[in-house]
């Protein structure tokens, strides 16, 4: 498992490089001057990537910072389409279909390429920021006092490409919506926290209307979980760590801790230590959907997860498909109800293709 990462994350994106760079080479009618510029353009754009990865932004002013990490990690999802384009031509060339001088010093051909890309990605950026309003219906056996409404959000990556300013846009939209109670199943953090800190960012929490209960991420470990943990706290969140909260006697919030610790406890045990509520309507918050049929045994009724993203852009949301039991949407086993949340916000470039930023608004009846 250890060597296939490393060949995603390391050979694969070398050999794409060297693929783009002989095709742009063979492409553009510029002088060799020009092709290397661009083509070493596009390369250190590539690594701009890695040392978002690293962290090392956290030591550049912020608005710079900011392009910085726009810049790399949108360089990746650039690249991936254009591979795909060239691949086409290539296979197009094998088959006959594709004359030589399409793809050989043909500005026509450059253009049209910039062109399509362009659009693409302009109409993946307009996608993305478009929220989009997910109403889910969840029906109770066991008695409740009253009618709910839960606004649930995954996946929000507030730092250098998600700033505060974007976020008060969601805080308008979430308390529009006049819930009970707000459920976020982890990443609230993208990496750093940093700009996090640097913006008050936990004050923009304390605008929210109504209670946050949430569990934490992949992501909230990777900025430093002590951190991460102590930004819940200043922003007012109930952050649950294999633990849960209890809503009018009814309803119990059981927040899983982050498949990352591989210490975690089973859901299982922590259904288990909540019978001394008399039939509560149990949810569970769990960043990763993995092993869903273990909520279903533990007689879970409702499960919210994220982390998938639906693999933010097409073809990426075909593997995601393949890898998950559910990787986005609604989904029931037994009498245990799921949704996978594509996520709010997002990773890297702020690009949706074939998949959508969304938020639900759920009644619980």
């Known amino acids: 498992m250890k060597y296939m990462w490393m060949i995603v994350f390391w ?27 661009i083509i070493v353009l596009g390369v250190c754009s590539f690594l701009l990537l890695f040392l978002s ?23 990746i999802m650039v690249m991936l389409y254009l591979v795909m384009l060239f691949l086409v031509l290539d296979l197009g060339r094998l088959m006959h279909l594709v004359p030589r001088s399409l793809v050989y010093h043909n500005w026509q051909s450059a253009l049209a390429i910039f062109v399509m890309i362009f659009g693409i990605f302009l109409y993946g950026n307009l996608h993305y920021k478009n929220k989009v309003r997910v109403p889910l219906e969840l029906k109770s056996s066991k008695p409740l006092p009253r009618e709910y409404r839960a606004v649930m959000l995954s996946d929000l990556h507030l730092g250098y490409h998600n700033p505060r300013q974007e976020f008060a846009r969601w805080v308008d939209m979430i308390n529009a919506e006049k819930p009970d109670f707000i459920l976020v199943a982890g990443d609230i953090i993208d990496g750093s926290m940093r700009p996090l800190l640097e913006e008050k960012m ?25 951190r991460a943990q102590q930004f819940y706290k200043d922003a007012g969140i109930h952050l649950l760590i294999d633990e849960a909260a209890t809503i009018d006697s009814s309803i119990v919030i059981v927040g899983r801790d982050d498949r990352t610790n591989m210490r975690r406890k089973p859901v299982k045990d922590l259904v288990n230590g909540l019978m001394n509520v008399q039939s509560p309507y149990i949810i569970v918050l769990d960043h990763q ?77």
């Open 11 to 37: 050979v694969l994106p070398l050999v794409a490089i060297v693929y783009l760079a002989w095709h742009i080479w063979m492409i553009l009618p510029f002088s060799g001057w020009w092709k290397t510029a």
């Open 53 to 75: 990865v690293a962290r090392k932004f956290d030591t550049l002013p912020l608005s710079l910072a900011q392009w910085s990490y726009e810049i790399g990690t949108s360089s």
């Open 202 to 226: 936990a004050e923009e929490f304390h605008r929210l209307k109504a209670p946050v209960y949430a569990c934490l991420g992949n992501h909230e470990y990777y900025a430093g979980e002590p």
């Open 289 to 365: 959907p993995y092993n869903l049929d273990r909520s279903e045994a533990a007689g879970v009724d409702f499960q919210l997860s994220g982390h998938t993203h639906r693999g933010q852009v097409w073809p990426i949301s075909w593997i995601t498909d393949h890898i998950y039991e559910c990787s986005w949407g609604s989904h029931q086993r037994g009498s245990t109800q799921y949704y996978v949340s594509s996520g709010i916000g997002i990773w890297g470039g702020k690009f949706r293709i074939g998949t959508q930023s969304e938020y639900v608004v759920a009644t619980i009846r």
